[in-house]
């Protein structure tokens, strides 16, 4: 696999950076690509020695596997008057398909860690921000097991900046772990059956509930394969599937419905 050089990141996303705006905006955003260029490299490394192929986008077959999303954002607006109004933003989440509770431990006890060396309101907040946004109406449950969701953090403050940096390199040590811990393990056709319906979990909030995603079909020029790329390959609905009471499913099941703390 050709490793993805900073310089071939930055020339590759020139053109999303205006050259119309301010110095300052131009040399933040370039740094912002910079981060995210060497996070990119590392992590493509560790999957790559798992796997030994080439990836983009990431699905995991084995349903012991939780799906992770991690997305870090810098946006910035140009307002009527001439200023520059940027903020940072992002979610580190995790959503399996079977529960296992060191493996919810470990999770969300590194992102506090990593919160804590920042601002101790920080984990608390932006968990409960979390489990908020990813909440499914309809379904009365959260998409998953959560983790952090923040945003409107100003790219003015240098320590924001920080923080997004700290998050970035918390990817790996958060999601690894738990990704070697249970690639290995076998399942059944019922598993996988499972995880079908909470992939249609996962599809039924971007589709009709993350903003994220809305604002990724109405922005001009942006490639549709690749926010359709982050779903999942496959999914299922069943009707009247919910699973048996004291089950291993309604056991996660019963967490989504009321979510706890973990770390």
């Known amino acids: 696999m050709e490793a993805m050089t900073e310089e071939k990141i930055l020339s590759f996303f020139q053109g999303c950076i205006p050259t119309d705006f301010r110095f300052r905006t131009q040399s933040q955003a370039n740094r912002i690509l910079r981060l995210f260029a060497k996070v990119r490299e590392e992590l493509l490394h ?18 012991h596997v939780p799906a992770g999303k991690f997305n870090l954002r810098f946006i910035v607006m140009k307002l ?12 580190m989440d995790i959503n399996p398909s079977y529960l296992v509770p060191e ?34 109406p309809h379904r009365g449950e959260t998409r998953g097991l959560g983790g952090i969701f923040f945003d409107n953090l100003t790219s003015e403050e240098e320590g924001n900046f920080s923080f997004l940096e700290s998050c970035a390199k918390t990817i790996l040590p958060a999601y690894l772990p738990i990704l070697k811990g249970r690639m290995c393990d076998t ?7 499972w995880k079908q319906l909470r992939n249609g979990r996962y599809t039924e909030f971007n589709l009709k509930y993350d903003k994220g995603f809305k604002f990724g079909l109405q922005l ?3 490639q549709m394969e690749t926010l ?7 999914a299922s609905w069943g009707y009247k599937s919910d699973p048996e009471p004291g089950s291993r499913e309604d056991e996660l099941v019963q967490v989504l419905r009321c979510p706890q703390e973990c770390a």
């Open 46 to 63: 560790e999957l790559q020695k798992i796997e030994g192929a080439e990836f983009c986008v990431v699905h995991a077959k084995n349903p």
């Open 103 to 136: 493996d919810a431990t470990h999770f969300h006890k590194t992102l506090k860690d990593m919160c804590d060396k920042h601002d101790a309101s920080y984990y608390p907040r932006f968990k409960k921000w979390c489990d908020e946004y990813f909440f499914i």
């Open 187 to 193: 399942y059944t056709d019922q598993e996988i059956a």
């Open 220 to 222: 001009p020029g942006f």
């Open 80 to 91: 009527n008057n001439g200023a520059e109004v940027g903020w940072y933003g992002g979610v």
């Open 228 to 234: 359709f790329a982050s779903q999942p390959p496959t």
